[in-house]
């Protein structure tokens, strides 16, 4: 089929090529005939210039002189046409430089004959002669430009058709390869129909056999897939059954001595297992939100915050933490961007990465906390999970440790997994960073080589909106002092749990509140419909029939700007929403201390009213 095709070219070529060559041989015929023409005009001009003269000396009237005037006029331009015309002619050249100078001449006697005749003078016989014989000299001049125009004509006429002759036969050639082609390419066309009906019958087939492998192996990743949830579920629940056995241990056996120390009025010992037991509550409450943290259900109050600012207000900090052995630097940012975060959360994901970083190099070393602009492109995201293109505030934290492999690294932020030594790691610190950043909606990526330290780099969102203050630091931050008590106000404590309820409401009256109590929320409405004081309503959040917020939006409803402040061991959907609390809710979450009850209390209803 190429070499049809080739040919095929090489005929249109060659049909372009005698078709351009047939138009010159026509042209050149033309050429020929023009030359002619011109020749056969100045013999023309001369015989008429010669009419002209011959009737003005027989009669004398001047009119018989206007066929020579008007000769005599055209015969230079003709020459120089002709001249024009023949030029590609040697011979004829020679020929026209012969006849011009005829042409002259015999204008010239003609001239003189009729100046001559004018003037009186009789016709001389001798200049008849002369001019007869210059006319006879220039007709046989005229006849050989003639003849060689002839012959000229003939060779081009012959060259023309055969030029068309071969092309006429070239067209026929180029017809009969398209025909053959066009046959060769059916056949091919139905040869190959053929094969590709056989070859999608094979297809089919492979098809076939390929989906019912496909549905096999889906089928086993899929029990492949479940057996690593179990086996996470396993390793996670283990965790957790570990450590809580432990914080358990602590308390039940610490509260266990403390009754029987009690009976033996040993007070001093009492006080002592009273706070270890305290010790392992306070550890348990902190295994819960750090779990709450890793599965993005912690309840965040996010606020515009200067990282600058926070990591720089984190030196005491961060000295208290990971000790003197570390040189600590930090690199802060010119024009750094705010981010929209929960300022205490953030701290806490610093302090945990700086104490993983502190732990990997345990004969010192440096310690760089970096802030920066970032921005993750559309090829980044796209590369990476629950990643949205954008502008990012980064914070660095980076070691000059032991590094970590590319398998740990891959493992670093699954629960309760570890390289620290027994007892020295619960597993959840830096799965607490990552739940944090993800719920923040940010990004958390970790870069390590082993012996060449870590750096792990935590991006949130640039926030856009107006830049706010941030406000008084919370109860776990303030200055220890005197507890903040009360000043005459009331309180509704609303609780489904009757124990909890007893606990809550014996620490505020501790701190000198009235309080009233509600097991439910419409015992809750009950109560502030015969209440005629009601200062703060603190509900819990989870309840049956009506939960805690829309126990809120009812109070609310009778007593407008009402303060209410929340509490409750999780929630996702009545004042949480996204991992976000929402705008202008007051929350304390389970388990809390007398300390941080008092000072959130206070707080809520030292506040402006809603």
Known sequence: MIGGFLLLVAAVAGIIWLTIRQQQAFERVSHTLVAENRISQILLRMEDAETGQRGFLLTGRSEFLEPYDDAVSHLAGDLAALRETVADNPRQLRALSRLEPLTRARQDLLRLSISGYRRGEAIRADRLLQGKAEMDEIRVVLAGMRGEESRLLSDRTIAADRHAILLIATLLVS?????????????????????????????????????????????????VRQMQKIEAVGQLTGGIAHDFNNMLALVVGSLDLALRRLGRGDLKKVTACIGNALEGAQRASQLTSRLLAFSRQQPLSPQALDVNKLVGGMSELLRRTIGEQLRVETVLAGGLWRTFADPNQLENAVVNLCVNARDAMPDGGRLTIETANGHLDEQYAASHVEVEAGQYVAISVSDTGTGMTEEVARRAFDPFYTTKGVGKGTGLGLSQVFGFVKQSRGHVAIYSEPGHGTTVKIYLPRFLGLAEEANARNAATEIPGDLPRARDEIILVVEDDERVRHVSVDALRELGYTVVQAADSNQALAVLTIQPVIDLLFTDVVMPDMNGRQLADAAREQRPGLKVLFTTGYTRNAIVHNGMLDAGVAFIAKPFTIEQLARKVRQVLDSDPA
């Open 175 to 223: 017809a009969l390869l398209v025909v053959g082609l066009g046959l060769f390419v059916l056949a091919s066309s139905h040869r190959r129909l053929k094969q590709a009906v056989e070859t999608a019958r094979l297809l089919a087939e492979a098809n076939v056999k390929l989906t019912e492998e496909a549905a096999s192996r889906a089928e086993a990743e899929s029990q």
